[in-house]
């Protein structure tokens, strides 16, 4: 089975400007978190995509926003980025009904907002 | 905010058991203890979670205290690949929509 998968890696970003990420998630998965990592802090949740709406979120502002298509993929959408948006975003994949099993994490995007 | 307590950081030597303290005295009687890690430049690992009896699988083993208000995470023989952030985390029992909380975690170094 494949696991968590994101892109990019590594993003550079202008203060102001709009960026999307994706993930794709693990196979048998129905479920999309997405988490912020700040350097040196533990992950902070932002939002779960579940049949395709949002479902939780966390305290961010609306500028971050989601997306989670027909094959349970999902995309982070954040605007008007601020240099304190700077930090890895994770994308975390689970099964709704199944979800004391934990989730599975992808290795992140790295966001770098100058 | 979290719900759990642990300490900053770790040493352990290779090849020694590595026990992670971790503190939950607030845990409600319907929220399972987890354990997660993550290694420099990934995404956290699930490790192991349990509610009140202990528990063991290929990776570690769980004990939780009698009264759950606290748990030991144990890896029998570390090496250094298990040098990891690793996160303890209390969350509730239901079908799939209440996020981790993650604190700081415990910084665990294994020292060859």
Redesign the interface.
Same mark, same amino acid.
């Given at each position: 089975e494949t696991g968590?998968t994101q892109s990019p890696t590594h993003l550079i970003k202008t203060r102001g400007q709009q960026v999307t990420l994706r993930c794709s998630s693990q196979s048998g998965h129905n !479920?999309v978190?997405w988490?912020q990592q700040a350097l =040196?802090?533990?992950?902070?949740?932002i939002f779960?995509y579940?049949r395709e709406e949002e $479902? =939780?979120r966390?305290n961010f502002p609306p500028r971050f926003s989601g997306l989670q298509f027909p094959n349970y993929s999902s995309e982070l959408n954040v605007n008007a980025l601020e240099l304190d948006d700077s930090a890895l975003y994770?994308c +975390?994949s689970?099964?709704? +009904?199944? +979800?004391? $099993?934990?989730? !599975?994490?992808?290795?992140?995007t790295r966001l770098t907002v100058v | 905010d979290?719900k759990t307590t642990q300490p900053t950081s770790m040493d352990c030597a290779e090849g020694r058991a590595a026990n992670l303290p971790c503190n939950h005295s607030t845990i409600s009687g319907n929220e @399972?203890v @987890?354990w %997660?890690r993550q290694i420099h &430049?990934? *995404?956290?690992? %699930?490790i192991i979670?349990g509610l009140k009896n202990n528990e063991t699988n290929e990776m570690a083993s769980l004990i939780i205290t009698e009264d759950r208000k606290s748990s030991t995470l144990i890896l029998p023989h570390a090496t250094l690949r298990d040098t990891a952030v690793y %996160?303890c985390i209390v969350r509730k029992?239901? &079908? *799939?929509?209440?996020?981790?909380?993650?604190?700081? *975690?415990t910084r665990l170094s294994v020292i060859a």
């Open positions: 968590v !479920t978190s988490y =040196g802090q533990g992950p902070q949740f779960q579940y $479902n =939780g966390g994770l +975390a689970s099964f709704w +009904a199944r +979800a004391l $099993n934990g989730y !599975t994490f992808g290795s992140g | 979290a @399972y @987890y %997660y &430049s990934q *995404g956290p690992q %699930y979670h %996160y029992a239901d &079908s *799939g929509n209440t996020p981790l909380v993650f604190g700081k *975690g």
